[in-house]
């Protein structure tokens, strides 16, 4: 099963069994979403559990919040995450907000999808990875999948959460990646790193589509002798100190691989929790490859900008040699 | 016209039929034979262009397109009536429009290749870029508007979206600033009945696009979009209300989107058969090719003939645009600020000695 399958079967299992998870968004009923992430649910489910929305992420977002604080639980769609800033309003100054404006009387349980990054020779607004604008809203949390196996049983988590879930899915690898995924329900703990591979040399924290990146890095530098300890962070708000703690503890270096702009990133947050919570282990400065601090291009400069096995791999010796 | 054509009159404004024969004349607009033999030209090599376009993607030669295919009249229109010294605001369907404001074929074909230079529109004044994130552009076109009241210049604003943008808190935003500062713009909705899968009656419960006006104190209509006369004659109209001071004016134009959304879109999943071939007896060439041909102005042969010339001018275009010079890792960094803060240099240098230590790392390799 890819990932487009995977978040699909969790959306199926989740509507079947509560009545109040309702799935909306743009194209996402009669067309099953320009991914067909959502493909046959609405045949499955109705017309009211699963519908296409006028074309309004505001309209969208909004509408949900006023869903979930009256008992529904919608899970909605941005058609891609470049598109979300008119909707940014209702998450940042509502949804994040109504638990704690109300004193805990109001929540809003929901999951905003959306697919993010580079790396598909997309038009303007197609290519962003803005995790950590989405990080920097008090009371949002912000999650990413980077296998199907996860895609699943995060967004189960996510729908059965009480808190609005920023759910970024990783487009680029879509359908790039195939794997046995457990049959019926799962959940995966949300705010719990995956270290996908240990190691001993270097720590590299990153998350949806450049976990396969990293990997590929670290065949050529295992041809090298670099050992690497590779850690999926699964959940970008709130972060799994104590697995980064932990790794570099064992491997007194770490170096952060983001898709987003360089300045202000998650690269930036990692490293600082890197010096808060093992300095005294540190053999080198928390390294980063991320975006630099541009629009992501199109498709004729994108390659400058995307962040690759080699890229990973120049820092990663650079880190090794300090 | 716009008393007439209140869209609470539910009356669709028209002026040929699906046969291209003039309904009553007294609602043509004001255009000689040869203006409208060249309409119908431009309208054609926009056609040709775009179906090209659609085989260059499926040649993988360039990236994801949206075509334009049977909403030429909208743009036909725009491009008889714009003039050097108005503006023009894109959706990002409007080909015929941008042409005629000298964006060059090259140029689209840059932007949908995936260079940005593909928006620079040398030799064209007073065009937006395309804009992707839906009906955030009508804003500027309001705001552009204000520009023009405030200095009291002669210049309107052609500002177009979609039916599905229409459900954009920016289209009612827009529509609502340009109503009460009373500016010069007209804004064209392209109804072609699709926001890509979803149909127009899921965007609204209005009777109409065109009604959405009346609640701005704006002047609408609603016009059939396939019928290049009815388009100008409409924009004619609105020119002049916009000339007196009365804009803005809201236009409805119906349409349909014959071919997909984009290039990755498959209509056969929404749409059926039957409604296609409805929609293909108004498509808007055939009707303008009749009218011209009942007057004798136009032929099956000549049409022939040009196509034939037009196909190779799309050709000459994209070949040369397929032959831009590729970017340079330095290229990426432009054009951020009026001038590149130290920050943005460092990230460039850096990405320079990346490349350099890569080139040595692949060369070691491949002598190994």
Known sequence: MNLV???NDALDIKLNEDKNVIVFGQDV??????FRVTENLQKKYGKERVFDSPLAESGIVGTAIGMSVAGLRPVVEMQFSGFVYPAMNQIISHASRMRNRSRGKLETPMVIRMPYGGGINALEHHSESMEALFGHIPGLKVIAPSTPHDA????????????????MEPKRIYRAIKQEVKEGKYTIELGKANVVSPGKDITVVTFGAMVREVQKAMVMAKELGISVELIDLRSIYPIDRETIRNSIKKTGRILTVTEGPKSFGLGAEISQIAIEEAFLYLEAPPARVSGYDIIVPLPKGEHHYMQDAYKILYEIERNVKY | MFNEYNPINKIMFQVIDNQGKVIDSKLMPNISDERALKAYKDMLFARTADLQIVNYQRQGRIYTYPPNYGQEAISGATATIIEEKDWLVPAFREMGAMLAKGVSLKELFLLFMGYEEGNAFKNANKVLPISVPIA???LHATGIGYEIKYNKKNELVYAFVGDGGTSEGDFHEAVNFAGVWKVPV???IQNNQYGISTPTRIQTASESLAIKAIAYGV????????DYFAMLRALEEAKKVCERGEGPILIEAVTYRKGAHTTSDDPTKYRTKEEEEAWDKKDPLRRLSQYLKDKDLWSDDQEEKIVEQYKKEVDRQF???ENFPEYKPEDIFKYMYAEMPQELKDQEHSLMEFYRWKNEKVSQTSKK
């Open chain 2, 136 to 138: 955030s552009q009508l």
């Open chain 2, 319 to 321: 070949i040369e645009a």
């Open chain 1, 29 to 34: 009923g009669v067309e099953g979403g320009v």
């Open chain 2, 219 to 226: 002047k609408g209509i609603q016009v059939d979009g396939n």
């Open chain 1, 152 to 167: 699943k049983g995060m967004l189960i988590s996510a729908i059965e959460s009480n808190d609005t879930i920023l759910y």
């Open chain 1, 5 to 7: 399958g995977a978040i």
């Open chain 2, 186 to 188: 007209i804004f064209i």
